[in-house]
């Protein structure tokens, strides 16, 4: 092979190295499609609770809190994980204050009606501690079924709402004297 066939291969090769280089190059620094990300697609939510009531010469006073979030499955509906952790301070005449707790964890799946309007179901496992006659303190579990809905007012990022939710399993249990019917006000980030 001559001299000049070996610097026209050379050559040659060189330059499709060089044009195959410029094509990739350009190819890589052309702007992508931007695709939904999970995390714009999660909204946060949670609620406090205080709540007083006093019966039969006893007081009870609850703190308690339950933060969620939720994945946008379409911009309307969307599922994700609830908890709700309450303690509370039981106070009989003629005995000491005794502390109980409740703790909830479950799935809820939410959809919105109209505007800030929105429906949800939720099933939960409950175990909470409760107190009988002789001050004798038990924990004692249930799986809730609620189903309810509420309204919601954002601005765009942040909001608040407020709902009603009935619980099939307080329903149907005769030993309970727990209302079905639960109130919660809240608050929400990106729903």
Known sequence: ???????????LISGLILCCGQAFAQKSHKKKKKEPDFVSDLWYGGGIL????????ASIFSFGVSPMVGYKITPAISVGPRV????SSYKQAGFRA???YNLDAGL???????RGLF???EVSHEWYQDIDFSQTKFTTQRFNQRIGGGWNWSN???GSEIGIFYNFAIANDFNSFQNPFSYRFGFTWNF
């Open 119 to 121: 429906v949800q179901g």
């Open 1 to 11: 092979m001559s001299a000049t066939k070996r610097l026209l291969s050379v050559c």
């Open 50 to 57: 205080l709540g007083f009531n006093g019966i039969n010469n």
């Open 84 to 87: 709700e952790f309450i303690l």
């Open 98 to 100: 005794t502390s109980l």
């Open 156 to 158: 765009g990022r942040a």
């Open 108 to 114: 809820f799946a939410r959809g919105k009606v109209f």
